[in-house]
C-alpha cells in the first residue's frame, strides 16, 4: 500500500485532482464535539476493537456494545464467544436487531435508526457535511446513543454539564469547527467544507516531517517498517509450504448482499447470497475431491465454519475466498471470522481477515440444508 500511494509522486499525477490515492476524505471534517479527556482519570486503559478476546479478560467486568456486531464482525470469534459466555462479565447492546451479539447480552436497549434521530454527518469520499433530521418519531422506547447517556448520566448523578448537551447543541458544536452555521446546514441540507473548489489535498505540503512525499520514512523505520517503500510480504507469503500448518491462505472479501453484517438477517439478501460460499481453484478443489455447489467444512487451529464451494478460476490456486458478514447463527453457527487470527497487521494495527491459513474438506449435502 505505501508503494501504490508513491506511485503518484513519481507520476507527478498527485497535483491533480483526482490524481492521487485517498482512502477517506473524512480527515478534512471537524472531528465532532470534543470528548473531554480532561474528564477522565489517568491513566487510562484502552482496549482494541480488533484485539477483543484478547481485550475481554477477567478484569473486565461490564461491556457496552453500540454500533458494533462483535460476534459476527471481529477476529477469533470462538474467544470473543466464550468471553461473552462469562458469568461474571455484564454486556449491555444497543440494537435494533436480534444479531449473535445480543443473545449474550445481560440488557438490549433498543436503538434508534439513522431516520429517527438527528445527525450530521460528514463524507468518506467527498468534502460537506449533511444534515439529518428525523423524519418519523422512534418507535416504542428506542433511543438515540447521546440520549441514552444522557440518562445514564443522570441515574449516575453526573455533574458535568456537558454530558447533557442535546443532539442540536453536539451538531453546533460540531459544524462550527468548519465554520459552518448550524442553521445554514439545515435549512439547506448540506454544506460544503471550506476548502477549495477543485481541492487537491497536498498542494500546501504533505503531512509529514519533511512536509514532502517521503518515498524513505524515518518515521515509518521506528515504527519498525522498512525506511523505503517496498514489497513486504504478509504472514502467508512469506511462510514457506512445509512450514504453513494449513495449506491454503483464506481472504474474506465483503459480500455484494451485505454490508459487513448488517442486512443479513434479511431473507430476501440472504436468498440472493446464495448462502454462506467459498471459492476454490479448480486445482486446489480436484484434489480435495470438492464439486461445485458442494457443502464443505473450512478449518483450522482456530475454529471451522461451513459453506457451499464454488469452484471458480477467480481465486488463485492456493487460495479460497469466503465472503463476510453472515451472522453466525444464520449459518451454522459461524462465519470466516471463526478463523482468523487474532494478531496485528504490519502496519496501522490492523485486523488480518485475508492473511490465515486453512483447508477445506467436503460434508454431505445435508450438513447445510438450514443455511440455503
Same mark, same amino acid.
Given at each position: 500500500m505505501r508503494v501504490i500511494a508513491c506511485i503518484p509522486g513519481v507520476t507527478g499525477d498527485w497535483r491533480h485532482p483526482g490524481g492521487g490515492v485517498a482512502y477517506s476524505t473524512s480527515g478534512y471534517a471537524p472531528t465532532g464535539p470534543d470528548p473531554r479527556d480532561d474528564l477522565l482519570p489517568h491513566p487510562v486503559r484502552t482496549l482494541t476493537m480488533t484485539r477483543l478476546a484478547d481485550g475481554l479478560d477477567e478484569s473486565v467486568k461490564c461491556l457496552w456494545v453500540y454500533a458494533a456486531n462483535p460476534l459476527g464482525s471481529t477476529s477469533d470469534q470462538n474467544r470473543i464467544r466464550a468471553?461473552?459466555?462469562?458469568?461474571?462479565? /455484564?454486556?449491555?447492546?444497543?440494537?435494533?436487531?436480534?444479531?449473535?451479539?445480543?443473545?449474550?447480552?445481560?440488557?438490549?436497549?433498543?436503538?434508534?435508526?439513522?431516520?429517527?434521530?438527528?445527525d450530521v454527518h460528514h463524507g468518506y469520499g467527498h468534502m460537506y457535511m449533511v444534515w439529518n433530521e428525523p423524519a418519523v418519531e422512534p418507535p416504542g422506547e428506542c433511543l438515540s446513543t447521546t440520549e441514552t447517556f444522557r440518562r445514564l448520566? $443522570?441515574?449516575?448523578?453526573?455533574?458535568?454539564?456537558?454530558?447533557?448537551d442535546s443532539d442540536l447543541e453536539l451538531a453546533g458544536q460540531t459544524l462550527a469547527q468548519a465554520g459552518i452555521p448550524l442553521e445554514e446546514? $439545515?435549512?439547506?441540507?448540506?454544506? $460544503?467544507?471550506?476548502?477549495?473548489?477543485?481541492?487537491?489535498? /497536498?498542494?500546501?505540503? /504533505?503531512?509529514?516531517?519533511s512536509g514532502r512525499l517521503e518515498f524513505a520514512s524515518a518515521k515509518a523505520e521506528a515504527d519498525g517498517l522498512p525506511r523505503v517503500a517496498g514489497y513486504v510480504p504478509s504472514l502467508t507469503a512469506r511462510t514457506a509450504p512445509a512450514d504453513r500448518p494449513h495449506p491454503l491462505v483464506m481472504i474474506t472479501p465483503a459480500a455484494h448482499t451485505f454490508l459487513n453484517t448488517q442486512f443479513a438477517n434479511n431473507p430476501e439478501l440472504r436468498k440472493r447470497s446464495k448462502g454462506p460460499r467459498v471459492l476454490v481453484n479448480p486445482a486446489d478443489a480436484a484434489s480435495r475431491g470438492?464439486?461445485?455447489?458442494?457443502?464443505? $467444512?473450512? /478449518?483450522?487451529?482456530?475454529?471451522?465454519?461451513?459453506?457451499?464451494?464454488?469452484?471458480?478460476?477467480r481465486v488463485a490456486q492456493g487460495v479460497v475466498a469466503a465472503p463476510k458478514g453472515h451472522w453466525p447463527k444464520l449459518s451454522d453457527g459461524a462465519n470466516p471470522n471463526a478463523l482468523v487470527d487474532e494478531r496485528d497487521a504490519d502496519m496501522g494495527r490492523g485486523a488480518v481477515y485475508h492473511d490465515n491459513f486453512v483447508d477445506v474438506a467436503p460434508l454431505s449435502q445435508s450438513e447445510l440444508e438450514p443455511l440455503v
Open positions: 468471553a461473552l459466555e462469562r458469568e461474571d462479565l /455484564f454486556t449491555v447492546v444497543m440494537e435494533q436487531f436480534p444479531t449473535d451479539t445480543a443473545d449474550y447480552a445481560d440488557y438490549v436497549l433498543p436503538a434508534t435508526m439513522q431516520i429517527e434521530h438527528l448520566a $443522570r441515574l449516575m448523578g453526573l455533574t458535568e454539564p456537558s454530558l447533557y446546514c $439545515r435549512k439547506q441540507g448540506w454544506a $460544503r467544507l471550506p476548502v477549495a473548489d477543485p481541492f487537491v489535498p /497536498f498542494t500546501k505540503g /504533505f503531512p509529514t516531517p470438492l464439486v461445485d455447489g458442494q457443502a464443505a $467444512r473450512v /478449518f483450522n487451529g482456530n475454529g471451522e465454519f461451513r459453506a457451499y464451494v464454488e469452484v471458480s478460476d
